[in-house]
């Protein structure tokens, strides 16, 4: 596509449900980035996919945080038995190499967890 | 580890003032650097970059020049305007962790 595009854009979810964002890179992408960035921080950096690659997940902050790539494509984050302080917003971003031309974000997912 | 520091905001000027948000960074090898805007509502959007010392990014009336006697990267524009008000972040890529490291973000607000 044109741009990186992430869905939903807003998402209210209650303390202890499943949460999953979805990412849809720029086609011919290979590198895919998740990054979080919660109220009046920076941006923290969760998971990184390249290519076929086994993916970077140093930046997880627990368990409950995954993610997966399907088919070099389209990137689904999933937040298990959310807490409140995973209320954040979440932000994809794709890449056509290694990261040294600067990354393509997409308007992210804003996460609020009641 | 590989680091970013820019200078905390909020940064309020009038229209047509001068800016300079300052960058500094902590890294081993060259990075490569990067100034990022994020206009409210929106998502990230690359303003300029600079792959290696004194390489001057620039765009948009904004300009940065990569000093690694310093390991600054500070971001100036000579006469801002009410459309510049957003919240810009400086990063680098470590090519020892394949990933954009970011600063904490900087706020920007200009007023007629």
């Known amino acids: 596509g044109a741009g990186v595009s992430q869905s939903p854009s807003n998402k209210v979810t209650e303390k202890g449900k499943d949460v999953e964002l979805r990412c849809d890179p720029i086609s011919g992408h290979t590198a895919l980035y998740w990054y979080r960035q919660s109220l009046g921080q920076g941006l923290e950096f969760l998971i990184y996919?390249?290519?076929?690659?086994?993916?970077?997940k140093s930046g997880l902050p627990s368990d409950r945080f995954s993610a997966e790539r399907t088919g070099g494509s389209v990137s689904t984050l999933t937040i298990q038995r959310t807490q409140q302080e995973d209320s954040a917003v979440y932000l994809c971003?794709?890449?056509?190499?290694?990261?040294?031309?600067?990354?393509?974000f997409g308007s992210g997912t804003r996460l609020t967890v009641v | 580890g590989d680091s970013v520091t820019q200078m905390e905001g909020p940064v309020t000027l009038s229209e047509e003032a001068f800016l300079t948000i300052n960058c500094t960074y902590t890294?081993?090898?060259?990075?490569?650097l990067f100034w990022y805007v994020q206009y409210p509502g929106e998502g990230l959007q690359l303003l300029l970059k600079?792959?290696?010392?004194?390489d001057k990014g620039s765009n948009k009336g904004f300009e940065a020049t990569y000093r690694k006697e310093t390991t600054s990267f500070h971001l100036e524009k000579g006469s801002v305007q009410v459309s510049d008000s957003a919240v810009y972040f400086c990063?680098?890529?470590?090519?020892?962790?394949?990933?954009?490291?970011f600063g904490a973000g900087t706020r920007l607000a200009v007023h007629p």
């Open positions: 990063a680098l890529f470590s090519g020892g962790y394949n990933k954009l490291i």
């Open positions: 971003a794709s890449s056509s190499g290694q990261g040294t031309g600067g990354y393509t």
């Open positions: 600079a792959t290696k010392a004194d």
């Open positions: 890294a081993t090898g060259y990075p490569s």
């Open positions: 996919f390249q290519g076929n690659s086994a993916p970077d």
